[in-house]
């Protein structure tokens, strides 16, 4: 497992920010705007991968009243326990399947 690398530019104030992860594409930004969209405290968030050669991918939050960098944290949590159910079920399914 690689080490996250990640710069964060931060606009005036805390509430809006883009966060630039190196070495990440669609893969990671796809599933982290969904679940950031389904945030309360979220009122845009929008994510891109600059060009194909650039292996970077930029994330803009912003957010009504808490620190973006609180919520990109809040969110990496709840996508940490999604990926952690889905690898649950797909290993019982896999188990089940062996056994029919």
Not at 37 to 42: A, G, I, M, Y
Not at 54 to 73: C, G
Request: aromatic letters at 6%; zero cysteines.
């Amino acid at each position: 497992m690689s080490t996250l690398k990640l710069q964060i530019v931060q606009d005036s104030d805390e509430k809006n920010a883009t966060f630039i992860f190196e070495n990440e594409d669609h893969t990671l930004g796809n599933p982290l705007r969904y679940v950031l969209s389904k945030h309360p405290d979220v009122s845009f968030v929008g994510y891109s991968v600059p060009h194909p050669y650039e292996e970077k991918m930029h994330l803009r939050i912003q957010t009504k009243s808490k620190p973006a960098r609180d919520v990109l944290k809040e969110a990496t949590n709840t996508l940490e326990e999604m990926m952690t159910t889905l690898k649950g079920k797909m290993e019982d399914a896999l188990r089940e399947a062996e056994i029919s």
